[in-house]
């Protein structure tokens, strides 16, 4: 039997479905609140020793929502309380972007930078979004920070496809991909939810490379 909040929820959708923008309000903290139960209870049932973390779960999930309004919000209540939780700062960074915020998105990857310049997800962020407005150099140059930091460490090539795929070079951006897929990046089960993914998805080795990591189109 579902309990009082799933049974909302189903409600709410219904709603949100014919129309209702105001559901979507009513529905965004209920899904939330939902998703943050359901990842405790993964916690509870995870081995002594594991690093997963019940916010960056949490966040992994509700990143699917990054351009609803409430995704925004709750991006933003969480960075207030633990602003200097990194997984809180990269989520409302990628729902700038995702939303076009991207004077806010550089910012605060700027701001996070200061403090770790070789975080790979936050130079993916702000390369994504200097290249979106129009800031092309600086988005080339954090590809060259990327080559420049894998001469001594691993580095994710999904987040270089991400700003390949913020200068519109596609070529370069399925390249990278398929290094992430060859190398298991971790990054890349992101792919199917990424909004920042979303001028790929038309293309067919789009849709090649979610049947290679079997998932649904």
Same mark, same amino acid.
């Given at each position: 039997?579902?309990?009082?909040?799933?049974?909302?929820?189903?409600?709410?959708?219904?709603?949100?479905?014919?129309?209702?923008?105001?559901?979507?309000?009513?529905?965004?903290?209920?899904?939330?609140?939902?998703?943050?139960?359901?990842?405790?209870?993964?916690?509870?049932?995870?081995?002594?020793?594991?690093?997963?973390?019940?916010?960056? #779960?949490?966040?992994? !999930? @509700?990143? =699917?929502?990054?351009?609803?309004?409430? $995704?925004? +919000?709750?991006?933003? &209540?969480?960075?207030?309380?633990?602003?200097?939780?990194?997984?809180?700062?990269?989520?409302?960074?990628?729902?700038?972007?995702?939303?076009?915020?991207?004077?806010?998105?550089?910012?605060?990857?700027?701001?996070?930078?200061?403090?770790?310049?070789?975080?790979?997800?936050?130079?993916? #962020?702000?390369?994504? !979004? @200097?290249? =979106?407005?129009?800031?092309?150099?600086? $988005?080339? +140059?954090?590809?060259? &920070?990327?080559?420049?930091?894998?001469?001594?460490?691993?580095?994710?090539?999904?987040?270089?496809?991400?700003?390949?795929?913020?200068?519109?070079?596609?070529?370069?951006?399925?390249?990278?991909?398929?290094?992430?897929?060859?190398?298991?990046?971790?990054?890349?089960?992101?792919?199917?939810?990424?909004?920042?993914?979303?001028?790929?998805?038309?293309?067919?080795?789009?849709?090649?490379?979610?049947?290679?990591?079997?998932?649904?189109?």
């Amino acid at each position: 039997m579902l309990n009082a909040a799933s049974h909302q929820i189903t409600l709410l959708l219904i709603d949100w479905s014919k129309g209702d923008e105001f559901a979507l309000e009513q529905l965004t903290p209920l899904v939330y609140d939902e998703l943050r139960q359901m990842a405790r209870h993964y916690m509870r049932r995870q081995p002594s020793g594991h690093t997963f973390q019940t916010t960056e #779960l949490i966040h992994e !999930a @509700y990143l =699917k929502l990054a351009k609803q309004d409430g $995704a925004l +919000e709750q991006g933003k &209540k969480t960075s207030d309380l633990e602003p200097n939780f990194p997984t809180g700062r990269w989520t409302l960074g990628a729902v700038y972007d995702a939303n076009g915020m991207y004077a806010e998105a550089i910012a605060l990857s700027e701001k996070s930078l200061q403090s770790d310049p070789t975080n790979q997800i936050q130079l993916g #962020l702000a390369g994504y !979004a @200097y290249a =979106k407005s129009g800031r092309r150099r600086e $988005a080339e +140059e954090i590809i060259g &920070k990327f080559r420049e930091i894998a001469k001594t460490q691993y580095v994710s090539s999904y987040w270089i496809a991400v700003v390949y795929v913020g200068v519109v070079d596609k070529n370069q951006a399925f390249a990278e991909l398929e290094k992430a897929f060859d190398e298991n990046d971790w990054h890349l089960h992101r792919l199917k939810v990424d909004p920042l993914m979303d001028s790929l998805r038309a293309d067919p080795r789009f849709k090649d490379l979610l049947k290679r990591m079997n998932l649904p189109e």
